[in-house]
């Protein structure tokens, strides 16, 4: 049987929600440096995560098999999305659970909202999650006049103090627990006055501050991590058992999945239990795993939804060089090993995902062409850091220097008024064009001399090329160029053949 379709093929929908930026990286990641509080915290926090990774990862002999398998999983995965998540669908459905498709942050914060407001309820208890960040799921059922409860640790701590995450796993990383305890006092309103800011007592505050809410709610929403379409499975990884308690004691469960996060079999589960504890905290293995399969009659959620997430991914899918980023199971440890984010912080990258993810995420998923994201790609040194901790080896400097390229493309054309870069990039085509082109170049090369005076250094140059001298200074160029020389010293008639030197100024 074959299909005709009509019409030209719709183009791919990009993200939107909290994948954009507000402002340019360079400016935002400037007013973070000036904070000397968070970089104290991060350098700090990143540190230790990252000894903590090195341990376990040298425990294992097999690790960088463990590595190929999961990156071999994640490529065959995207290659046959589509058929895997009709595969998903069926035995997700077949066992009670009900699918809705969303094609971006709107549609999914639609779908949700309607699904509480069905149950009369108007507070809900959430997971931490990824994909609900990114569509704001949070501010949108604040909108409609439903209160999300966060119960992770870390993001109760972003939420009361009425913050942005700054990094995948560790949101309130950039924050210390005398800050934490200032919090808690400030906003919660049955906390101890006495309270002090030891992490077991801080701990406990939050306990107590969530308890009253896991034993009150009736709907809970989570993200997954991953969704194995062989049995229609959903898995939620986490180390504070609060998850445990949203999966389980609500009636009704929605979960917001992005689509990318399907893997083909439950034996695929066994390589990434592996590769995400011990990449993302540091550890053999995490203390809460949780996996359901639909509706279980009596035991758990009875009325369950999952939202399959596009918002982008398509779209990033679409890349061919790109899709690997699709790849990610959100361990954060290329942020953590990350040059940049540890002096920046996550804020710096306006986007939900931060850090070298972030990085090339973002702009696939929105579009190298939106304004604010397409700084990112050059939010990187390129040291590879990010490549050798990534568990699923995403070769991120390489898809960064290929986001650049497309920056770079998609501007073509579009510039009226020509650039610095422009002019220089014409210069040197007109310089290196031909040999008496050069030459005349060439002649010029005293007047540098002069410029650097008699330290023999030019400090300061000027437009684009200033920030080359920012932070170093240029020697002061030779009174004549390796050609000039040349041509000189192998004149007819001089006294030096070829084969042999000079001493003196060389270019
Ligand atoms: S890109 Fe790799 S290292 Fe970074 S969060 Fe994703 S899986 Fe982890």
């Given at each position: 049987?074959?299909?005709t379709?009509?019409?030209?093929?719709s183009?791919?929908?990009?993200?939107?929600?909290?994948?954009?930026?507000?402002?340019?990286?360079p400016?935002?990641?400037?007013?973070?440096?000036?904070?000397?509080q968070?970089?104290?915290?991060l350098?700090?926090?990143?540190?230790?995560?990252?000894?903590?990774?090195?341990?376990?990862?040298?425990?294992?002999?097999?690790?960088?098999d463990?590595?190929?398998s999961?990156?071999?999983?994640?490529?065959?995965?995207?290659?046959?999305?589509?058929a895997?998540?009709e595969?998903?669908?069926?035995?997700?459905?077949v066992?009670?659970?009900?699918i809705?498709?969303?094609?971006?942050?709107?549609?999914?914060?639609?779908?949700?909202t309607?699904?509480?407001q069905?149950?009369?309820?108007?507070?809900?208890?959430?997971?931490?999650?990824?994909?609900?960040?990114?569509?704001g799921?949070?501010?949108?059922?604040?909108?409609?006049?439903?209160?999300a409860?966060?119960?992770?640790?870390?993001?109760?701590?972003?939420q009361?103090?009425?913050?942005?995450?700054?990094?995948?796993l560790?949101?309130?990383?950039?924050?210390?627990?005398?800050?934490?305890?200032?919090?808690?006092?400030?906003?919660?309103?049955?906390?101890?006055?006495?309270?002090?800011?030891?992490?077991?007592?801080?701990?406990?505050a939050?306990?107590?501050?969530?308890?009253?809410?896991?034993?009150?709610?009736?709907?809970?929403v989570?993200?997954?991590?991953?969704?194995?379409?062989e049995?229609?499975?959903?898995?939620?990884?986490?180390?504070?058992g609060?998850?445990?308690?949203?999966l389980?004691?609500?009636?009704?469960?929605?979960?917001?999945?992005?689509?990318?996060k399907?893997l083909?079999s439950?034996?695929?589960?066994?390589?990434?239990?592996q590769?995400?504890?011990?990449?993302?905290?540091g550890?053999?293995?995490?203390?809460?795993?949780?996996?359901?399969?639909?509706?279980?009659?009596?035991?758990?959620?009875?009325?369950?939804?999952?939202?399959?997430?596009?918002?982008?991914?398509t779209?990033?899918?679409?890349?061919?060089m790109?899709?690997?980023?699709?790849?990610?199971i959100?361990?954060?440890?290329?942020?953590?090993?990350?040059?940049?984010?540890?002096?920046?912080?996550?804020?710096?990258?306006?986007?939900?995902?931060?850090?070298?993810?972030?990085?090339?995420?973002?702009?696939?998923?929105?579009?190298?062409?939106?304004?604010?994201?397409n700084?990112?790609?050059?939010?990187?040194?390129?040291?590879?850091?990010?490549?050798?901790?990534?568990?699923?080896?995403?070769?991120?400097?390489?898809?960064?220097?290929h986001?650049?390229?497309?920056?770079?493309?998609?501007?073509?054309?579009?510039?009226?008024?020509?650039?610095?870069?422009d002019?220089?990039?014409?210069?040197?085509?007109?310089?290196?064009?031909?040999?008496?082109?050069?030459?005349?170049?060439?002649?010029?090369?005293?007047?540098?001399?002069?410029v650097?005076?008699r330290n023999?250094?030019?400090?300061?140059?000027?437009?684009?090329?200033?920030?080359?001298?920012q932070?170093?200074?240029?020697p002061?160029?030779?009174?004549?160029?390796?050609?000039q020389?040349?041509?000189?010293?192998?004149?007819?008639?001089?006294?030096?053949?070829?084969g042999?030197?000079?001493?003196g100024?060389?270019?």
């Amino acid at each position: 049987m074959s299909n005709t379709f009509l019409g030209m093929p719709s183009l791919p929908v990009f993200g939107s929600g909290n994948l954009n930026a507000t402002e340019p990286f360079p400016k935002a990641a400037r007013r973070e440096l000036a904070n000397t509080q968070l970089r104290a915290n991060l350098g700090h926090a990143t540190a230790t995560i990252r000894d903590k990774r090195l341990k376990v990862v040298a425990e294992l002999p097999d690790w960088e098999d463990m590595r190929d398998s999961g990156s071999a999983i994640k490529d065959a995965t995207m290659a046959n999305l589509p058929a895997l998540l009709e595969q998903f669908e069926a035995n997700f459905t077949v066992r009670g659970g009900v699918i809705h498709w969303a094609r971006d942050a709107q549609e999914a914060n639609e779908i949700v909202t309607a699904l509480i407001q069905a149950t009369g309820e108007s507070e809900v208890v959430k997971v931490k999650s990824m994909a609900t960040q990114e569509i704001g799921l949070n501010e949108y059922l604040q909108e409609q006049g439903i209160a999300a409860y966060e119960t992770d640790l870390a993001e109760l701590i972003v939420q009361l103090d009425h913050d942005k995450p700054s990094h995948i796993l560790v949101p309130a990383i950039h924050k210390n627990r005398s800050q934490i305890r200032e919090i808690f006092l400030r906003e919660m309103v049955d906390v101890d006055p006495g309270l002090s800011d030891d992490p077991a007592r801080l701990a406990e505050a939050a306990r107590k501050h969530l308890r009253k809410k896991f034993l009150s709610a009736k709907v809970a929403v989570s993200g997954a991590n991953f969704g194995l379409a062989e049995t229609g499975t959903l898995t939620v990884v986490e180390s504070e058992g609060n998850g445990r308690m949203c999966l389980t004691l609500p009636e009704t469960l929605i979960t917001v999945m992005g689509i990318e996060k399907l893997l083909p079999s439950f034996t695929d589960l066994e390589v990434f239990m592996q590769l995400l504890p011990r990449s993302s905290t540091g550890e053999r293995m995490n203390p809460y795993t949780s996996l359901w399969t639909g509706v279980t009659p009596g035991d758990g959620p009875q009325n369950v939804h999952l939202v399959m997430l596009d918002n982008g991914r398509t779209a990033a899918l679409a890349d061919k060089m790109g899709r690997t980023a699709l790849n990610c199971i959100r361990c954060s440890a290329c942020m953590n090993v990350c040059p940049v984010y540890e002096r920046t912080g996550g804020h710096a990258y306006g986007s939900t995902y931060p850090g070298p993810i972030g990085a090339i995420l973002s702009p696939l998923m929105t579009g190298i062409t939106s304004e604010e994201n397409n700084s990112l790609p050059y939010a990187s040194s390129l040291c590879g850091a990010c490549y050798d901790a990534c568990p699923v080896k995403i070769n991120i400097p390489e898809v960064l220097v290929h986001l650049r390229g497309e920056d770079v493309d998609s501007t073509r054309g579009k510039v009226k008024v020509p650039t610095q870069m422009d002019l220089m990039m014409k210069g040197a085509q007109w310089a290196f064009s031909s040999g008496s082109h050069l030459n005349l170049l060439e002649k010029g090369l005293p007047l540098g001399k002069l410029v650097a005076g008699r330290n023999k250094v030019i400090k300061k140059l000027p437009g684009i090329a200033a920030g080359w001298t920012q932070s170093r200074d240029i020697p002061a160029p030779p009174s004549q160029s390796f050609r000039q020389w040349w041509a000189k010293e192998h004149k007819p008639g001089s006294a030096v053949g070829p084969g042999t030197t000079t001493e003196g100024e060389q270019a």
